[in-house]
Nanobody
Framework: QVQLVESGGGLVQPGGSLRLSCAAS????????MAWYRQAPGKQRGLVAA???????NYADSVKGRFTISRDNAKNTVYLQMNGLKPEDTAVYYC??????????WGQGTQVTVSS
């Protein structure tokens, strides 16, 4: 059974940093696209960042230059380094591992709160 477990969320002051991790078990995901999404109260879930198996990355405009996504295939893990956090970054962050027409797995979510 595949499980994705996120960690690293919490409360941080504006301008601070957090590093999210998402580790998968129950499979091998080196060929997958790994991504982070977020959902704020009353809003739809949206893409934050994604990284392909080849290392190509894509970011939402709102986080470009502040967030960095990376992956460690040997550990089945994806990371999201978040710097320069703003109150509008407050949301539940979800990791996602997918491969078209094969699988689409989600983590349980981790809360990130940016507040003074």
């Amino acid at each position: 059974q595949v499980q994705l477990v996120e960690s690293g969320g919490g409360l941080v002051q504006p301008g601070g940093s957090l590093r999210l991790s998402c580790a998968a078990s129950g499979g091998v995901f080196s060929s997958s696209v790994m991504a982070w999404y977020r959902q704020a109260p009353g809003k739809q879930r949206g893409l934050v960042a994604a990284i392909t198996s080849g290392g190509n990355t894509n970011y939402a405009d709102s986080v470009k230059g502040r967030f960095t996504i990376s992956r460690d295939n040997a550990k089945n893990t994806v990371y999201l380094q978040m710097n320069g956090l703003k109150p509008e970054d407050t949301a539940v962050y979800y990791c996602n591992f997918r491969r078209v027409n094969q699988y689409n797995y989600w983590g349980q979510g981790t809360q990130v709160t940016v507040s003074s």
